[in-house]
């Protein structure tokens, strides 16, 4: 086994596995650490946790967990996986985790680079970039669970975590692979632990992936692994046209009822949700609801989506939480984070009920949303298929027939939730072929 990756949120591993996969590594998803003794075959194996908002302490017990049985098979690069918007506050638990890793590897240096240019994330001088806007001013300053009010990497790396930062800049990046192992050095040597990479395009990326390629961690995001990707696959192209038809098998999705569940407030979300009402039954969450009685109003979101027909053409019926940021504020300002968890929780119980009345396709929007759908359906790993869009690949459930589309918060297009309906609905009701 080549890389093992440890990612904070579900939507951020299937992200990393669909640009492993598609750039020539087979890989495998898991859902959680699996128990010790466990094997799994391939170039590459994810680790899904649920670390990216609990308390450092847990995320940091949970990913040395991970960092074990990873060990155990034989990996002989640990990737942290973190979110393209970075996602982590002057309290998160990015920094933590990383201090965490690096002591239990036994190395003094890692590097930090989430940029992912396809989807606009990009680096430059060590500030992030969402799209035009630095990420302070982008959608992300109105997240519910990691505000985002500060776009230097450096200064959120040096304020949650025990090193110091430095950067390699795009100049650096730009004069080659040598140039920028030269750079890491050097900052090493004068103490940096922290190694903020530039890119701004899929170029830069390359250049990256073959300079850190045999660093024993590296941090980051999809772009990174994708870079890293390149760099160590075979190159050959018989074997990269091998795995696209095997996740194409694995990964297509299934025949049967679907369900959207949205639990993301992002403005790309907001807007993919504004394009499906159009077309398709939906059922507005009511939070109070879900603070009162999450379980039972859950299986009452279940109860409706099942009653909706889903055959002549119809798509799926969507059940969406999604708020815009100041219905968003007013709810927090009433009932703190207790609201984002009640309505978790209620998700999970609707995705309970929903897989047992015979529901085959889960398509789901929001991280923290997928991390608790996914845990109540209890699978144990995912088979990863094409990419729906950069960074959302259709997956299969290894163990219960069951296939997902897990949407991080900004990715597709405004038409989405259109993308992921079988071809005969799309006929009927357009999207993209
Ligand atoms: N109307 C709402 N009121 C309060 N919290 C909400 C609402 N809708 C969604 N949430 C919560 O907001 C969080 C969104 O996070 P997440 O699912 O990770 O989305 P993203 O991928 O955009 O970050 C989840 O915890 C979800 O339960
Ligand atoms: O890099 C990304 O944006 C994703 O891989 C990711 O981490 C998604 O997280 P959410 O935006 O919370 O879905």
Redo the contacts with the bound molecule.
């Keep these: 086994m080549m890389i093992g990756v440890i990612a904070d949120?579900f939507?951020g591993a299937t992200d990393i596995a669909g640009f492993l996969v598609a750039n020539g590594l087979a890989t495998t998803q898991m859902i959680g650490v699996p128990e010790a003794g466990t094997t799994v075959e391939g170039d590459a194996v994810v680790v899904s946790l649920k670390s990216?908002s609990n308390p450092a302490g847990e995320a940091v017990a949970d990913s040395l967990a991970a960092l074990e049985w990873l060990q155990s098979l034989g990996c002989r690069q640990i990737f942290q996986k973190y979110c393209s918007t970075f996602?982590s506050t002057a309290k998160g638990n990015i920094g933590p985790v990383a201090d965490a890793l690096m002591a239990a590897i036994g190395t003094d240096i890692t590097v930090v680079c989430p940029a992912l240019p396809i989807n606009g994330r990009s680096i430059y001088k060590g500030y992030l970039f969402v799209g035009d806007q630095l990420l302070q001013e982008s959608g992300m300053k109105d997240?519910?669970?990691?505000p985002m009010t500060d776009s230097n990497l450096m200064r959120l790396m040096e304020m949650q975590s025990k090193g110091r930062a430095g950067v390699v800049t795009t100049a650096t990046v730009e004069r080659g692979v040598e140039a920028v192992r030269a750079e890491i050095e050097r900052l090493r040597a004068s103490g940096v632990s922290y190694v903020v990479l530039d890119a701004v395009s899929d170029a830069h990326l390359d250049v990256l992936g073959q300079a850190v390629a045999d660093m024993a961690l590296v941090t980051g995001g999809s772009g990174l692994g994708a870079g890293i990707a390149r760099a160590v696959a075979t190159g050959d192209t018989g074997r990269i046209e091998e795995l696209a038809r095997a996740a194409a098998e694995a990964g297509t999705p299934l025949h049967g009822p679907g369900i959207v569940i949205s639990?993301?407030?992002?403005v790309m979300?907001n807007a993919q949700v504004a394009a499906y009402r159009d077309l398709a039954p939906v059922f507005d969450?009511d939070?109070e609801r879900c603070l009162a009685d999450p379980d039972a109003y859950g299986a009452e979101m279940a109860e409706w989506a099942l009653a909706q027909p889903q055959d002549g053409g119809r798509p799926a019926p969507l059940i969406t939480?999604?708020?815009k940021p100041e219905?968003?504020r007013g709810?927090?300002a009433r009932?703190g984070a207790a609201?984002?968890?009640a309505?978790?929780r209620a998700?999970a119980a609707a995705a309970r009920r929903l897989a047992d009345g015979g529901i085959v396709r889960f398509v789901v929007?929001?991280?923290?949303?997928?991390g608790?759908v996914t845990q109540a359906l209890a699978v144990s790993g995912f088979a990863i298929g094409p990419q729906i869009a950069p960074g959302v690949p259709w997956v299969r459930a290894v163990d219960r027939p069951l296939s997902l589309a897990l949407k991080?918060?900004?990715f597709g297009a405004e038409s989405f939730f259109v993308d992921c309906q079988p071809a005969e609905i799309r006929a009927v009701i357009g999207g993209a072929a």
């Design positions: 949120d939507t990216r996602d997240h519910p669970i990691t639990g993301s407030c992002s979300t969450v939070v939480a999604t708020a219905v968003l709810i927090q009932y609201a984002s968890e309505v978790e998700f929007a929001g991280g923290e949303t997928s608790s991080s918060g900004n």
